[in-house]
């Protein structure tokens, strides 16, 4: 069947264009982190321009699913493959977007080298949502379901992680006014980024079974 196969080749290559604009958020991301690391804020400065680049690969992604919908008419459950991809795309770019607010914020810090140890500690929440998005590429890649509900505790450990670093952040909130906020802010927005790598799980559960879980 020359239509089926045809479908076949364009999903393939739908799914390698998501992964590779997940590779490309993940590293946006990972660049972001070693950046604020090494107080490098001309390679932060560069990564908010960047984004530019994502939301055109997002927006291509939905033109291409878009146009197989329209041409190829699918069933059921090619056609839940498809919307996947469209809400894959959608959280990887809202990631992003998160890695841009976080570098904003890190530009906000006059001198990172005088918080080197908040950072440090930032820097142990990144690590944890690094590994989680790796692990949620692996199982959208395979379309694995149980992988994709691993991802739960995965997200837990993050959770745990933000709480402790903003409960000590805003103890100490007096002596450190704005740059403290301005910590708490990053620590969120890689919550917020760990959040979405969970959206992606429960869309790797839909495309395979039609059904919708709420792994938060």
């Known amino acids: 069947m020359p239509t089926r196969t045809n479908f076949e080749t364009e999903?393939?290559?739908?799914?390698?264009?998501?992964?590779?604009?997940?590779?490309?958020?993940?590293r946006g991301f990972q660049d972001a982190v070693d950046a604020v690391e090494s107080n490098n804020r001309g390679r932060l400065s560069d990564l908010i321009e960047e984004d530019e680049n994502i939301n055109r690969i997002e927006m291509a992604i939905n033109e291409k699913a878009t146009m197989m919908i329209a041409r190829q008419q699918p069933v059921a459950s090619d056609l839940r493959k498809i919307i996947s991809a469209l809400k894959v795309a959608s959280d990887l770019e809202r990631i992003g977007d998160l890695t841009v607010d976080l570098a904003k914020a890190a530009l906000r810090i006059d001198d990172l080298t005088t918080v080197t140890a908040e950072i440090v500690r930032l820097k142990a929440i990144a690590d944890k949502v690094i590994h989680m998005i790796h692990r949620v590429f692996l199982a959208y890649a395979d379309a694995d379901i149980m992988g994709a509900q691993r991802i739960a505790a995965l997200d837990d450990e993050v959770d745990k992680a933000y709480s402790a670093f903003v409960k000590d952040v805003f103890s100490g909130i007096r002596n450190g006014g704005e740059d403290m906020m301005q910590l708490a802010f990053m620590a969120r927005y890689m919550e917020r980024i760990a959040d979405y790598g969970t959206n992606v799980a429960e869309w790797i559960i839909y495309e395979v079974n039609g059904q919708r879980f709420d792994l938060n």
């Open 11 to 26: 999903l393939t290559v739908l799914k390698e264009a998501i992964t590779d604009l997940g590779h490309s958020v993940l």
